[in-house]
Nanobody, 112 residues
Framework: QVQLVESGGGLVQPGGSLRLSCAASGTIYAMAWHRQAPGQQREWVAAITSGLSTNYADSVKRRFTISRDNAKNTVYLQMNSLKPEDTAVYYC?????????WGQGTQVTVSS
């Protein structure tokens, strides 16, 4: 069973940037980032295939960039121009179906 460990979250001011990492303990294929804000359902944010094709939710297009390092079994999420509504716990998982065990996530808080 591949384990996922998310990291890189923190407190940032509106307009700031963060880079999240998702390290997998084994081989990964198409992967996605998801997020869950307090009191809200988990939502999909961005996805990347093994061939490096990417897709983004409309709410993060042109602000977030998903990438991967296959040699390190790691997926990244570069988040720029952060807004308070981006505040959430961010998770990664396989895509299009989240079949892996969810990690603990990493908290991103955007606030002045």
């Amino acid at each position: 069973q591949v384990q996922l460990v998310e990291s890189g979250g923190g407190l940032v001011q509106p307009g700031g940037s963060l880079r999240l990492s998702c390290a997998a303990s084994g081989t990964i294929y198409a992967m996605a980032w998801h997020r869950q804000a307090p009191g809200q359902q988990r939502e999909w944010v961005a996805a990347i295939t093994s061939g490096l094709s990417t897709n983004y939710a409309d709410s993060v297009k042109r602000r977030f960039t998903i990438s991967r390092d296959n040699a390190k079994n790691t997926v990244y999420l570069q988040m720029n121009s952060l807004k308070p509504e981006d505040t959430a716990v961010y998770y990664c998982n396989s895509w299009p179906k989240a079949t892996m065990t969810w990690g603990q996530g990493t908290q991103v808080t955007v606030s002045s």
